[in-house]
């Protein structure tokens, strides 16, 4: 007799029957299926055997529990007047047109401990907002430096042959009539560069 096309498999083993009730049908050995995943979870188990494991608190936990948890975590001990512990590294010079702010540190400071950051956390973000900084001084200046251009080819367009001689006249408005105060306020907002200040002095300029 022929028993060609009979599947003579053997039935799948199902490790949970032989189990006690409690053990089986515990939340924990849900996502198991088969033995190969209850050999992966045992193994996983042990490997943090020994390992230091924390509760994270609850959603609603009050300032002191938090203040326990960020403790436990690593945060620095420490006060305004210490810096509140945390000690960042001054690699080198600050980007170009940075300027230290020690009053807006000294926030962050505060800030960075009282949501629990770590040395090496807090460290990190003060790097980044030093680097974030330099980014936008650069930024800012090379837009400046571009407007100022579109300002300067507006007046060249606008006064022709006259150029030099006209902007000769604000020069001497502002030699004139001009405090030093004056001048370093144009200079460091650059509204002296702007066409309508420009076309304002070559007027005074000219009834000198």
């Keep these: 007799m022929s028993d060609e096309g009979t599947n003579l498999s053997a039935p799948e083993f199902n490790f949970k029957e032989h189990l006690a009730p409690e053990l089986a049908d515990h939340s924990s050995m849900q996502d198991i299926k088969d033995i190969n995943g209850l050999a992966k979870s045992y193994i996983s188990g ?50 170009e047109g940075v300027v230290k702010d020690e009053k807006m540190e000294n926030y962050f400071r505060e800030s960075m401990h009282r949501n629990g950051l770590t040395q090496k956390q807090a460290e990190g973000l003060y790097q980044d907002q030093i680097n974030y900084m330099g980014e936008r001084v650069k930024s800012n200046k090379e837009q400046q430096e571009a407007l100022e251009k579109d300002w300067d080819k507006t007046l060249r367009q606008d006064m022709g042959l006259a150029y030099t001689e006209q902007m000769e006249a604000a020069k001497v408005a502002i030699e004139t009539y001009g405090t030093d105060e004056l001048r ?25």
């Design 46 to 95: 042990q490997e943090l055997v020994g390992q230091q494991r924390l509760p994270l608190p609850p959603a609603d936990a009050d300032s002191e529990t938090m203040g326990k948890f960020y403790d436990s975590i690593g945060r620095p001990s420490g006060s305004e007047a210490d810096g509140y512990g945390y000690v960042f590294s001054e690699s080198g010079e600050l980007p």
């Design 184 to 208: 370093t306020y144009f200079n460091e907002s650059r509204i002296g560069n702007h066409p309508e200040m420009i076309r304002f002095l070559v007027s005074v300029g000219k009834a000198v």
